[in-house]
């Protein structure tokens, strides 16, 4: 049962990141439109801005769970490296345990009491001329640091079915050349 939650976990998070993905095209396609305007019509306008901000923004917090799922992140290689298989899912538990999932949870927790809710309340918008609304960026953070626990949760269930020899995992994560 765990390791289904683990899996539906997965596939919701790569479907975030090819989200993010996409996110980042649009992005860049804002940032070449406003270009466009500003340089070569001489209509400049602070939303376009705005969007191209908003847009990268989403795409780091609903990114880096699959950058999790993906063993992207960057990690301290000076014991993980010289260590057993069994010896570095150890160091991921404690690490998952220890670290990521209390600060995501009290991260997802405080951006969500204390920066979207009173965004949401009142509706905030920009104060620039021509700016967009603030909540639903603010959304982007409790949400990020929620799939990040989910996501975590998920690296637990795998860590430790790998330890009981139910999955197989590879432990050897990239190293940089020499």
């Known amino acids: ?48 801005l705005e969007l191209q901000w908003y847009l990268f923004g989403a795409a780091v917090m609903l990114g880096a769970s699959y950058t999790l799922a993906q063993n992207g992140h960057v990690r301290v290689d000076i014991i993980y490296g010289n260590v057993s298989d069994r010896a570095r899912l150890w160091i991921d538990i404690f690490g998952l345990l220890l670290f990521l999932l209390p600060a ?33 960026i603010k959304f982007m953070l409790p949400l990020g640091f929620g799939l990040l626990v989910l996501q975590g949760l998920s690296e637990l269930v795998k860590r430790f079915a790998a330890l009981k020899g139910e999955i197989q995992l590879d432990t050897h994560y990239e190293r940089p050349e020499q």
């Open 104 to 136: 995501c949870t009290l991260f997802a927790w405080l951006s969500w009491k204390t920066l979207f809710l009173p965004s949401w309340d009142i509706m905030e918008h920009s104060s620039n001329s021509g700016g967009l609304p603030r909540y639903p």
């Open 1 to 48: 049962m765990l390791l289904a939650f683990s899996r539906a976990v997965d596939a919701m998070n790569d479907k975030f990141g090819q989200l993010a993905n996409v996110l980042i095209l649009l992005a860049c396609v804002v940032s070449a439109g406003n270009a466009l305007l500003r340089y070569s019509l001489d209509i400049s306008d602070n939303w376009p």
